[in-house]
Each structure stands twice: as structure tokens, then as C-alpha cells.
């Protein structure tokens, strides 16, 4: 057991010093022309039992004093987590990414489509970071910034679509962007995670130069490639309104997501189909794990109870004795 409070304990030997010394106040009586008169005369046992009354008292503003300092009974250490990195979801949505060469739950589906599922569980493995997202496409535009809400981070997600921006893929863009979403936060590792199924031709940043500010602002970038090798199923329309599927091979510059990713110390990946690009989000998960910050505080029980219920029993007691049974006449 410990008190909150524990300097209110000082004041038991003054509160109970003036209860003693106000306790001496002189009493009526009766005065007698001898002592002769009274010799002999002894104190019955009520007599000498009135006197240790006063100790009733004391006892209850000793306990009321104990009750003020807050008694407490210390229960098991409670720990707080606390997030450690800083992570931007970095996602191309140009056209070339309607190309159906994933496939989710045994359906074909456009590479965005599956690239969101994935980027969801990711999401939820990550509870204690703060996470933004930026997509791009000919330009970069921020969908979230850095947030502890990821179910409003899910929401903005479910409205990220194909041609929502002018067409290109400007991946210099994509980091610079991202990286404007980082800088300032005090997270002690900042990445950010970039996805794309092309090569850089849009935007007015290079992707040189966004990768050599990331790596000033120390940001890892893992970037990811997307897509099959070689030819891949294409959505189009034929003079009737209906979708026709054509081989198309979509080119994508891995040197320069490698580039990018040694630049920076961070790891380039090639996913050719959902497994794979679901086993690339799991990778970057395990590997991007940090010491966990721990804040300990103590839960207490309460016992100031124990100690004002008996002094309010004292002196309830206390005040009903000395007026029954107890009572001074006159």
C-alpha cells in the first residue's frame, strides 16, 4: 500500500495535540467547603471509563486523515504503444494499370483493383503508424495525409480510381509528393512505399532527384513493379460498346525503381501476380518493425474506504456515548 498524498500524514501529531489540549477545558462543578467531605469517595468504573472517550475521537481524525492522503493499492503495470514510423502509400493510377493480369478470389481483375485489397491488410497490420497516401498518374495528388484514422485512411482508398488524374506516370512526382507528406514529422523511420506498372514520363521532378531528397530526408522507398512480364490482357472497346480484350505489353522501367530503391536504402520488388504482390506487403511489413516504445503506468485500487468508514463509525460512536450514556450533568 502507498498515499497518493502522503505529506497529509504530517499533520496527525498536530491534530491530535490540539484535540488533547482543547480536551483540558475547565468543567462546571460544585464547590465544597471541605475535602473531608469526599474522602473516601472513589470513582465508579462509568467515571473512569468517560475519560478515555477522547480517544474515540482521535481515532477517528486519525483514520480521516489517512483517508485524506489517498490510500492506494498498486494493480499490474499497464504498457502503451506507440508508433514509431511514418509510412506513405505511394500508388500509381494511370491507365496502363487496368491491365487484368491479377486475379482475386478466382476473378480477373484490373491491377488497381487487386494492388487496394492488398493495400488494405496492410493497413490493418499497421495500427500503430501513421500512414498518408498519394497516387499519381501524370501529376501527384494527395488522397490522405499521415493519419491514426485508418478507417477514414480506407475510406479516401475506396475513392482512388483509374483516370481520376490526367494520364502519364510521373513517379518523381509520386515521391516528391510523398515526401512533402513526411518532412517535419518527428517519427523516428519514415518510408514510403511506391507502386507502379511504368516508366517515368510526366511530371517536372525526376526521379534522380526525388530519390536524393528522400535519402536527405532520410525516407527509405521501396518501390514496387506490377505486372506480368511480356504481354498482358488489355480492356478496350469495339464499335459496339463491347469490352474486347487485346495482349498489350506495358513498359516498365526497373532500373529506375531499383535506382531509386538503393538511392534511398530501401528494396526494389517485381510482382507478377496477386500472391506475389501480397507477399511483397507482407515482406516490407516484417522488415520495416522498430523497438517498441514503452510507457508504463500503474493502475491503483482505492483505499481511503477502509479508513473513513470506521473513523465516521468512531465518531458517531463517540457522540452518542457522551451523550447517553456518557452525559455530564450539569
Do not use: C
Amino acid at each position: 500500500m502507498e498515499f497518493r498524498d502522503p505529506l497529509i500524514l504530517l499533520f496527525i501529531p498536530l491534530a491530535v495535540a490540539v484535540l488533547f489540549l482543547t480536551k483540558r477545558k475547565k468543567h462546571a462543578f460544585i464547590r465544597f467547603p471541605s475535602g473531608e467531605l469526599l474522602r473516601g469517595v472513589k470513582g465508579t468504573f462509568k467515571l473512569r471509563l468517560a475519560r478515555y472517550l477522547v480517544f474515540l475521537k482521535a481515532g477517528a481524525l486519525v483514520l480521516f486523515i489517512f483517508a485524506f492522503a489517498r490510500p492506494q493499492l498498486p494493480l499490474e503495470e499497464t504498457v502503451v504503444y506507440t508508433q514509431g514510423i511514418d509510412i506513405v502509400l505511394a500508388l500509381d493510377v494511370s491507365t496502363s494499370m487496368l491491365a487484368e493480369d491479377f486475379k482475386l478470389g478466382g476473378k480477373r481483375l484490373n491491377r488497381l483493383e487487386v494492388v487496394k485489397e492488398v493495400v488494405k491488410d496492410f493497413i490493418a497490420k499497421r495500427p500503430n503508424d501513421k500512414i498518408g497516401m498519394v497516387v499519381f498518374a501524370g501529376r501527384a495528388y494527395t488522397v490522405s495525409p499521415l493519419t491514426l484514422d485508418h478507417g477514414w485512411l480506407l475510406k479516401n482508398l475506396e475513392r482512388v480510381k483509374i483516370g481520376m488524374l490526367e494520364d502519364g506516370t510521373a513517379i518523381g512526382s509520386g515521391i516528391a509528393s510523398s515526401l512533402n507528406r513526411l518532412r517535419g514529422t518527428k517519427a523516428k523511420d519514415k518510408i514510403v512505399i511506391l507502386l507502379t506498372d511504368g516508366m517515368n514520363n510526366a511530371g517536372k521532378i525526376s526521379p534522380q532527384i526525388a530519390a536524393d531528397a528522400a535519402r536527405a530526408l532520410s525516407v527509405k522507398v521501396y518501390t514496387i513493379g506490377a505486372g506480368t512480364k511480356g504481354f498482358a490482357p488489355y480492356p478496350v472497346q469495339d464499335a459496339f460498346g463491347r469490352t474486347m480484350y487485346r495482349p498489350v505489353k506495358i513498359d516498365m522501367d526497373e532500373n529506375t525503381l531499383r535506382k531509386i530503391a538503393k538511392i534511398t536504402k530501401g528494396v526494389y520488388y517485381r510482382a507478377t501476380d496477386t500472391e506475389s504482390l501480397k507477399d511483397i506487403y507482407n515482406e516490407i511489413d516484417k522488415l520495416e518493425t522498430y523497438p517498441i516504445e514503452e510507457k508504463g503506468y500503474m493502475e491503483f485500487k482505492e483505499l481511503f474506504g477502509y479508513f473513513l468508514y470506521p473513523g465516521i463509525f468512531l465518531l458517531i460512536l463517540e457522540i452518542v456515548l457522551s451523550n447517553t450514556f456518557f452525559r455530564r450533568l450539569p
